[in-house]
């Protein structure tokens, strides 16, 4: 089992790896400029207008540009994943490190550390620099549920990264995902909600969302709903994994 972890000098080549691909390193840097934009651009139009402007819920106002940030997350997953399967680079990669689980923990690795390292900053500057453009209606850092908001965006902007890196892994495409994953957080849960009987609050942004309510009505609370986000992760994950493993390169 040893033998599979992640080592040193994979992680430091698969770091290398996605600072030299523009438009994955580019998509990560678009998470925090997508959130924190957007975030700071909505405030600043209708944030002081009036209480509720930019919502009920004001800690999920605050992190409003979380829903454009998660759409970078995902192009950065998938492409950091993807660019494998184009032009034998995955032969090539194995070569190097012919043992594949710890090639792809490397990878999967990688791509975690740098979401987090850029969803936790994205979280922070996203709330402060929002309401900072907020006026009179302005939340504090201290205020009940902003810290945990601040924390749990960052983890949900790196589960989501995560969840789109697994399953490029199984699916060789980061286009077949990305023309998934973003129908499927903008409009299904607007779609079955209602039908599903409440079975959407277990979809993967509906639950991991919950993390930057002040307070949720149904099953699931912040930190549980947060959980259920990472079980998906968990199973693109692994089914990734399990895809690296058995095909053909």
Known sequence: MSAALPTVPVLHSEWIKIRSLRGTFGALIAIFIAAVGIQALTAAAIGHAEAGSMGDDPIRAAFYGIDFGQIAAFAFGASALSAEFHNGALRTSLAAVPNRSRFYLSKIAVVGVLA???????????FVLGQALMGRYALALGDPG???AVFGSGVYLTLMALFAAGLTAVLRSAAVVLSVLIPFVVMVPFIIGQAAGGAAEFLPDQAGQLVMHLESTGRL??????GVLALWALAAVIGGWAAVRRRDA
Not at 116 to 126: A, K
Request: aromatic share 10%; no cysteine; charged share 5%.
């Open 146 to 148: 902003t810290l945990r």
């Open 116 to 126: 987090f390292l850029v969803g936790q900053v994205t979280g922070v500057l996203t």
């Open 221 to 226: 609370g912040p930190w549980s709903g947060l």
